[in-house]
């Protein structure tokens, strides 16, 4: 939504830039990892599963990696990770959220919830980064310039704050679609709070139906490569070109525009006035 001037994420950082990565056992942030390291990037590694984020680890090769455990399904795990952040680093130049599950399978079609009792998409695809973003805020400030990256989703539902946790006729894809939306809207939302010579905030769909497992399982045909989505995602968290614009939401690598509801002032903040209360945070400074 705006263009502001800054530093390029390496000109501005006089080591290997400190990139967290959720997600990153397999798919898009585990290919992202592989880019990022060969890049030569000093990577904080999240995963869920110990057996899979070692395996990524040994993908890897070169310096080893932090790894760090926690499912997001649980907000109290959420701040364990962002504290175990905090203690190995002084630093955190980019956090690029993309951990997420789907419409289906394997996480289901029928409604579940989390360990906190919200809908469980919504509290996997947006609550945990919402809540991660606001515990390393300051920390990513401190790193100034620093970017967060948001790994959403072309496909967009409109939140009904009657029913945010979708109690009433529940439908995965609705579920996984209003999630994404609401990254959207938070990102925009945190952008226009903190100048961009700070942090940046931006948001996208990284590729269509990559073939994933979770989209061969589901879906059980790709559109695009992994290598696409893993180009437009390093783009925005590394390429110096990117380091002024804030509060976008990009197609890949174009700019394009959100569904319409994030751009309702009104309705960006009254979801994060209800995400700080669903999550139990203060707001930030």
Excluded: C
């Amino acid at each position: 939504m705006t263009d502001r001037p800054g530093r390029g994420i390496v000109a501005g950082v006089t080591e290997s830039p400190v990139i967290l990565i959720t997600g990153a056992t397999d798919g898009l942030g585990r290919a992202l990892a592989q880019r990022l390291a060969d890049q030569g990037a000093r990577l904080i590694l999240h995963g869920r599963d110990p057996a899979r984020l070692e395996s990524t680890v040994e993908q890897l090769g070169g310096p080893r990696p932090r790894t760090l455990i926690a499912d997001l399904a649980d907000l109290a795990q959420v701040r364990r990770l962002a504290a175990e952040v905090r203690s190995g680093t002084d630093r955190l130049d980019v956090l690029v959220s993309n951990a997420g599950i789907g419409s289906g399978e394997p996480d289901g079609r029928t409604r579940r919830t989390s360990a906190d009792g919200y809908e469980l998409r919504f509290a996997v695809n947006y609550l945990a980064g919402f809540l991660l973003t606001l515990e390393l805020f300051d920390l990513l400030v401190a790193s100034a310039p620093a970017r967060v990256v948001n790994v959403a989703s072309l496909g967009q539902y409109p939140l009904d704050f009657e029913d945010l946790m979708l109690e009433r006729a529940y439908d995965g894809g609705r579920a996984y679609a209003q999630s994404k939306l609401a990254q959207i809207m938070s990102g925009f939302e945190l952008a226009g709070r903190v100048p961009a010579s700070q942090v940046t905030v931006n948001s996208l769909h990284p590729a269509t139906y990559m073939p994933t497992k979770m989209v061969m399982q589901e879906i059980g045909h790709s559109v695009h490569s992994i290598e696409d989505g893993v180009v437009a995602t390093a783009r925005l968290a590394t390429d110096p070109a990117l380091a002024g614009p804030t509060g976008r939401f990009f197609d890949r690598t174009r700019d394009a525009r959100a569904a319409d509801q994030a751009y309702d002032a009104a309705a960006r903040a009254e979801l994060w006035k209800r995400s700080l209360r669903l999550v139990d945070h203060d707001d930030v400074p």
